[in-house]
C-alpha cells in the first residue's frame, strides 16, 4: 500500500471519529448567532438642527451600508410627539428588532418605553439619555455632557485668567435635552471657585439665528460680558456674529467657549474667534450597531458606555488646527 493511500485512509477516520463526536447526543444543538445582516432597525433622529446631527445622522446610514444592516430612519423634526409617535410604530412593525432613539428631551417616553419592552423590542439610547429606569433600555451609547460641561468651565476659566471681573452669558441648547441639562450642570460645579459669575441664560435652540438675537440681547442688556458659554458650535458661531456686529472683538473682548468641535467650529478656533471647542462625538453607529448583535445573542453590556472625546483650543495655533481638522470626518 503506498504512503500517499495510508494517509488518506488515516485522514478519512479522522474525520468522521470527529464528525461522530460532533453528532453525539452530549453535543448541542447548534444555536444560531447573530449578526450585523439580521438587525431591522428602526432609528428615530431628533432632526438636522447642527452640523453634529448631521454627521451622527450620516455615520448611521453610512455604517448601516458598510454592515447589511436593516436601516428605517426616522426624522422627528425636532418634535417630542413625533418620537413618541414613531416608537410606536416601530412597535407594531413585526420587522423591527431594534428601537434606537436620540432622545429630544429626557421625559415623555415612559409609556412607549413599556409597550416597547412588552412586545420584546430592544431599545438602545443613542447619543442623549433620558430619565427612565435603566431596565428599560438595553444600554445607552453616548457623552457624559456633565464632564464636557466642566471641561468648558475650565477653558472659560483659563481664558479669562487675567480679567479682574469675569461675567459670563450662556446661550444654552434646547430646553429639556439632556445635553443641555447636563453641559449647565458641569459648568457651574467649578464656576465659583474660579470667581466666573453667570449673569444671563437663555437657549439658543441649538441654531445660529436663534442665538445671534440671543446674544444681541445680551449685549444690549450689558457691556459688562467677559464670556460667552455657548452649548454648541452653530450658538457659539451666532453669538461670534452677534458680538462682531457690535463692534467688539471675539477672542479679545469677549471670550466665547462652544462645544461639539465640528467643521464649522474648527473654522472659528482657527481665525480666534472661538477660544476653546469641547469634542462631542457623534460618529455612534458602529457601537450601537455592534450593541444590538450583543443583545440580539442574549449578551449583556454596561448600561452606558460613554464616548471618548477630547478639546480643542485656539491657543493650538492656526496651522496646527488646520492639519488636525485635515484628519478629522465631521
Ligand atoms: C450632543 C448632541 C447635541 C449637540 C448639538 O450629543 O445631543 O445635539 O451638541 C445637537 O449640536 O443639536
Known amino acids: 500500500m503506498t504512503r500517499s493511500r495510508t494517509l488518506r485512509i488515516a485522514l478519512l477516520f479522522a474525520a468522521s471519529a470527529a464528525l461522530a463526536a460532533c453528532s453525539g447526543a452530549s453535543a448541542t444543538p447548534s444555536q444560531k448567532v447573530y449578526t450585523a445582516k439580521d438587525l431591522t432597525v428602526g432609528f428615530i433622529q431628533t432632526g438636522s438642527e447642527s452640523g453634529w446631527r448631521a454627521a451622527n445622522t450620516s455615520s448611521f446610514k453610512e455604517t448601516a451600508s458598510q454592515l447589511g444592516v436593516n436601516l428605517k430612519f426616522y426624522d422627528a423634526q425636532n418634535k417630542l410627539e413625533n418620537q413618541v409617535s414613531a416608537f410606536r410604530n416601530f412597535i407594531q412593525d413585526s420587522s423591527v428588532n431594534v428601537i434606537v432613539l436620540a432622545a429630544l428631551d429626557v421625559t415623555g417616553y415612559d409609556d412607549v418605553l413599556k409597550a416597547a419592552k412588552d412586545a420584546g423590542k430592544i431599545v438602545i439610547l443613542e447619543d442623549r439619555r433620558i430619565n427612565a429606569d435603566s431596565s428599560m433600555y438595553y444600554t445607552y451609547i453616548g457623552s457624559d455632557f456633565d464632564l464636557e460641561g466642566q471641561k468648558g468651565e475650565a477653558a472659560m ?5 487675567n480679567q479682574t471681573s469675569k461675567n459670563v452669558v450662556e446661550i444654552s441648547g434646547a430646553v429639556g435635552a439632556s445635553a443641555a441639562i447636563d453641559r449647565a450642570k458641569g459648568f457651574r460645579e467649578k464656576s465659583d471657585a474660579c470667581g466666573i459669575k453667570i449673569t444671563a441664560t437663555q437657549t439658543g435652540n441649538w441654531g445660529v439665528p436663534e442665538s445671534k438675537a440671543v446674544m444681541e440681547g445680551f449685549l444690549k442688556n450689558s457691556k459688562d460680558i467677559q464670556g460667552v ?5 452653530e450658538e457659539a458661531i451666532g453669538a461670534i456674529q452677534a458680538i462682531k456686529e457690535a463692534g467688539l472683538v471675539p477672542g479679545k473682548d469677549i471670550q466665547v467657549v462652544g462645544f461639539d468641535a465640528t467643521a464649522d467650529g474648527f473654522k472659528y478656533l482657527i481665525t480666534g474667534e472661538l477660544g476653546a471647542d469641547i469634542e462631542c462625538n457623534p460618529l ?4 450601537v450597531y455592534e450593541a444590538a448583535v450583543k443583545a440580539l445573542n442574549g449578551e449583556t453590556m454596561p448600561k452606558w458606555v460613554p464616548s471618548n472625546e477630547g478639546q480643542f ?4 495655533g492656526a496651522s496646527a488646527l488646520q492639519d488636525i481638522l485635515k ?3 465631521y
Do not use: G, I
Not at 476659566?157 to 485668567?161: A, H, S, T
Open 157 to 161: 476659566c483659563d481664558l479669562l485668567k
Open 229 to 233: 458659554y455657548a452649548h454648541n458650535d
Open 284 to 287: 455612534l453607529a458602529p457601537q
Open 313 to 316: 483650543f485656539a491657543s493650538q
Open 327 to 329: 484628519t478629522r470626518k
